[in-house]
């Protein structure tokens, strides 16, 4: 696989629509933050003929990390499609970010792509995310392969990588992954590391060498030769170990000579199954080169042994209603159903949103019709409306070039769907259909926001809608307790570029302050109060006394209102009234402002005037009796209390107690689970956890997740609620 003798440049330039499903490969790039998945696109790009030196395309702009953010930030912070071509083969390269922030761009290009590239920095290695992104590839049963990069580095070591590369991702068959090539050194430098300059295919047993910034082929020497028979065997076994040949082990071990072809052929079988891992070398071109190390063997890989998008399972979809609908797989002329996998925004154009195209084809200008998607549990409207989209186009940088149509398999963009968002479905307006969301992780990172000034404010809340249009991992609430408007996040990278977005997109200043929970109060024991309302200024005056009791209620009771009126003093008709103002002093809190809760208040006597009485006196008075118990009596704060749910690594476990009981936590109990990790129960004040989501991943490198759910309000420790009392009055 690879190893035709390429010496130049694949099909230059445009990419343009696919006329069939066999002719595209749907390939995302996944890794960790700086293993080099952006510089491998571009020199992938560059060796295909796509941009004119390493990265850039005609205006001179990176093919890639194209926004400004990402220039600002020095990262990747959202998905980008590369297209290019290769031997006839349209190939969708998506670049995902590595860095945890932004999972939800890396879930988005796992959800369009048919297979992934794991890129792995020889310098770095494999950490704990990228392990756990193996697992979530390998559930799904996607095809994939393994690109070690910074071989330049002063420590690395090819062999070295594909060892701990086998021992992370194989598993119960380490044999799975094993290399195709083994990089050849050149002379070494003053440091004592010989750089890699060329490749030895295993299968072939041809050298490619790349140091003239060109690929030429030529017999391995006598040196290579020893070297390359041990693993040239390895692979071999490797191989027929997964082929669907049953006899073909047989014969090789009874001495049969395999023929290169069957092996390169069950090879590719073995990679689009996602059953076997082979691992390449890959290094950037240099100055004035038009090809970089291990890009060509790439191309290959990628043309001849990645899957189609026929080979994936067809989607589950429905009709609107929930009905079950079944569909041809990946077929052109099917119904229309496409999935919304990425929203930006373009200062010139408006809304793009990317789309990936399961069944039918899409044209331009096309009425279609989008279905929501079912988040409006985060601040995202649902809907389902026809819509005629704009024009259809190829990205490719910061250009959009156009193209009439994209056919099932293949992705595009679409300029002007004013109500699509990400994780939409498009399909035909006579049939619509839609397609289950993928799993997104909860953000749990809270960044509370207030518009900088009035200008702000008017349009604040039209920006905060376009920033969840674009992005499902972020939460928009309007906290009714706190009467703060919270942006819910995966981190603080994550809150960076939504005030960046918010800023330079939509031309929005907000200032963060600080994030408060929704506290409660509760009276500590019984008390009785008396409201008198009584004024008289001329006209019709005001009369209304009442006298209640208040008693304390078991958690969760809420307020319950009892009469106990005897004999008329307080006339039937004004009752409900009382009731009313109790409630609704209890709703503004009876000592620091906030709700009252668990209580039970009864209403025991009062007095009534046969002229001045009125609904609004005793509303007044059952407030005033309410107030006067409270000051009588202890009244408690009550903090929300969250049941925590940690999967962590084993290593980690005694760390994370040990920190969950820092923030008065109480853990309830373990669960050991598969890979080596453990689930922690908890329950913890909401209090203690506003900054969680960073802190865990600090503690465990980046291994953990967790999630949160509401449990219960239940009383502050004497001393917190003595200080949250003292910071109202500070602040007040």
């Not at 390939?27 to 696109?41: A, F, R």
């Not at 069957?262 to 076997?276: K, Q």
């Not at 009905?323 to 990425?342: F, H, I, N, T, W």
Request: glycine share 10%; charged share 25%; net charge negative.
């Amino acid at each position: 696989m690879g190893d035709k003798a390429h010496t130049h440049p694949g099909a230059a330039g445009r990419a343009t629509a696919a006329d069939h499903p066999t002719s595209v490969r749907n390939v995302v790039l996944v890794g960790h933050s700086g293993s080099g998945k952006t510089t491998l696109v571009e020199a992938l790009a560059l060796t295909a003929g796509a941009v004119n030196r390493a990265g850039r395309v005609e205006d001179g702009g990176c093919v890639s990390d194209y926004d400004d953010m990402e220039h600002r930030q020095q990262r990747s912070v959202q998905l980008s499609l590369v297209p290019v071509e290769w031997d006839g083969i349209k190939i969708n390269l998506l670049d995902t970010p590595g860095y945890a922030d932004f999972v939800g761009e890396l879930r988005a290009g796992l959800r369009a792509a048919d297979a992934a590239l794991f890129v792995v920095s020889a310098s770095d290695g494999v950490d704990g995310t990228t392990r756990m992104l193996w697992e979530e590839c390998a559930a799904v049963g996607m095809p994939r392969a393994i690109v070690i990069t910074h071989l330049e580095a002063a420590r690395a070591d090819f062999e070295e990588m594909t060892r701990i590369c086998a021992e992370a991702f194989g598993g119960d068959d380490p044999d799975a992954v094993l290399p195709l090539y083994l990089p050849l050194h050149g002379s070494p430098a003053p440091d004592g590391h010989a750089p890699v300059t060329g490749l030895v295919g295993l299968l072939s047993r041809k050298l490619f060498d790349y140091a003239s910034g060109e690929r030429v082929a030529s017999e391995p020497g006598e040196a290579e030769l020893p070297q390359l028979d041990e693993a040239r065997s390895m692979l071999i076994e490797g191989i027929i170990s997964e082929s669907e040949d049953e006899t073909l082990m047989e014969r090789y071990l009874g001495g049969e000579q395999v023929d290169v072809k069957t092996l390169i052929e069950d090879l590719e079988r073995a990679v689009a199954r996602g059953v076997f891992f082979p691992v390449l070398a890959a290094a950037p071109a240099t100055e004035g080169a038009r090809q970089g190390l291990g890009t060509v063997e790439l191309l290959d890989l990628i043309t001849r042994g990645f899957p189609t998008p026929l080979e994936r399972a067809a989607p589950r979809v429905t009709t609107p209603e929930g009905a079950g609908r079944e569909l041809r797989m990946c077929d052109p002329e099917e119904s229309l159903v496409a999935e919304v996998v990425k929203t930006s925004s373009d200062p010139y154009v408006g809304r793009i949103s990317m789309v990936r195209v399961f069944s039918g084809t899409l044209r331009a200008d096309q009425t279609v019709h989008v279905s929501g998607h079912g988040l409006s549990d985060r601040g995202h409207e649902d809907h389902d409306v026809d819509e005629r989209i704009g024009a259809l186009s190829t990205p490719f940088g910061k250009q959009q070039r156009p193209v009439t149509h994209v056919i099932a398999g293949d992705l595009a963009c679409v300029a002007k769907l004013t109500r699509a968002e990400t994780g939409d479905t498009l399909s035909a307006k006579d049939d619509p259909l839609l397609m289950a969301p993928w799993e997104m992780p909860d953000p749990l990172l809270p960044l509370a926001i207030q518009a900088h000034s009035k200008p702000d404010e008017d349009k604040l809340s039209q920006g905060l809608a376009r920033l969840v249009a674009e992005d499902p991992t972020m939460r928009l609430e309007h906290n009714q307790d706190t009467h703060q408007v919270v942006l819910w996040c995966l981190g603080e990278a994550h809150a960076d570029v939504a005030l960046e977005r918010l800023r330079s997109r939509y031309g929005v200043q907000v200032d963060v302050v600080p994030h408060r929970v929704s506290l409660r109060e509760t009276f500590g024991d019984r008390a009785a109060g008396r409201g008198r309302h009584v004024k008289q200024s001329g006209g019709h005056g005001q009369y209304a006394i009442c006298e209640i009791e208040v008693e304390p209620l078991p958690g969760g009771s809420g307020i319950e209102f009892v009469d106990k009126v005897v004999g008329g003093a307080v006339p039937r008709q004004f009752i409900p009234s009382v009731e009313k103002g109790v409630r609704t002093q209890a709703a503004k809190g009876v000592a620091a402002g906030h709700p009252l809760i668990d209580v039970r208040i009864t209403l025991l006597d009062g007095k009534a005037h046969s002229v001045d009485s009125s609904d609004a006196a005793f509303q007044t008075a059952g407030a005033l009796a309410l107030r006067e118990a409270a000051a009588e009596a202890r009244i408690h704060l009550l903090e929300p209390v969250a049941e925590v749910s940690v999967l962590v690594g084993d290593d980690y476990v005694g760390a994370v107690m040990s920190d969950l009981s820092g923030r008065r936590g109480k853990v309830l109990g373990t669960e050991q689970t598969s890979g080596g990790r453990t689930l922690i129960r908890a329950e913890v004040p909401e209090i203690e956890i506003g900054r969680y989501a960073v802190d865990l991943r600090s503690l465990s490198h980046g291994t953990a997740r967790f999630d949160r759910r509401y449990a219960r309000h239940e009383p502050m420790p004497a001393q917190v609620a003595d200080r949250m009392r003292e910071e109202v009055r500070a602040a007040s």
